[in-house]
């Protein structure tokens, strides 16, 4: 494959790491390497575009069209999802399946949803994170809104998780966490998953604010940090710079808030 340019793989065979057989898995990840070639899986069911009119995968159809991005460890929901896009009415551009993350993993994806042209806001479904550090700081470079659905926070179902993809759930605090920490906002189970990811992927491309004095101006920089919005200075022709203290602080008061475009 890699003479013929092929440099993306996705593996959708089962019986990995999920099953123990990590030096498999592990064979399978340098072998591909060392021709310069990225693997997404195993285990997965494939990858899903509206905008690349692509169905990658073993489901039966595209889901809903929409400006959402998903990416999700467990396949059979990403199959269920697909068919509830259409009947709640939430649509998605990408479904991408990440199975064992034994390459690519929710770093990875989180960056490319980040940089993608149609992505409005990025929804997640997470079993378990293997590098915290890079997902925190992917998440925390992430212009988009993420939401994340996190399995496995009882006993039963971090058994279940590490079974399914070979996943160790680790604390729910401990991912509850790190969530607040880079801005994820966590979903309490599916329906309020389909809840966010329609409010936030039907939100309008940019917005600005302005205010009379610095005290607003520090509960609405507040507001805008935790909502994941960009900000920046008003021009000089909007505001332009003066000189002593009070006048400094209502002129640089008026700030326009922006989200960027996604």
């Known amino acids: ?59 039966s159809q595209l889901p809903m069209n929409g400006t959402a991005g998903l990416i999700s460890q467990s396949g059979a929901l990403l199959i269920a999802m697909i068919a509830a896009t259409y009947t709640r009415r939430v649509g998605f551009d990408k479904m991408l399946s990440i199975g064992n993350q034994s390459d690519l993993d929710f770093a990875d994806l989180v960056t490319y949803l980040a ?12 079993e378990g994170i293997k590098d915290g ?12 809104p993420i939401i ?69 101006t520090v509960a609405v920089l507040a507001f805008w940090q935790r909502t994941r919005l960009k900000i920046r200075p008003a021009p000089p022709q909007v505001c332009p710079p003066t000189r002593g203290s009070g006048r400094t602080q209502k002129a640089y008061a008026r700030l326009w808030l922006r989200q960027e475009p996604g």
């Open 1 to 59: 494959m890699w003479r013929k340019g092929v440099k993306g793989i996705s593996i959708i065979t089962s019986g990995f790491s999920e099953v123990g057989e990590h030096e498999l898995e592990e064979q399978v990840v340098k072998t591909a390497r060392e021709y310069g070639m990225r693997i997404i899986g195993p285990n997965i069911i494939g990858v899903l575009s509206n905008s690349g009119k692509m169905n990658a995968s073993f489901a």
């Open 115 to 126: 940089e993608d042209d149609v992505t409005s806001c990025i929804t997640l479904y997470v």
């Open 133 to 144: 550090a890079r997902f925190m700081e992917a998440a925390r470079n992430c212009d988009k």
């Open 148 to 216: 994340a659905l996190k399995a496995g926070t009882s006993a039963h179902g971090a058994a279940a998780a590490a079974s399914h993809t070979g996943s160790l759930a680790g604390a729910a605090k401990v991912y509850e966490a790190a969530f607040k920490q880079v801005g994820v906002t966590q979903a309490d189970d599916l329906n309020d998953l389909f809840d966010r990811t329609l409010a936030l992927s039907l939100q309008p491309p940019a917005c600005k604010a302005t205010t009379c004095s610095s005290s607003p």
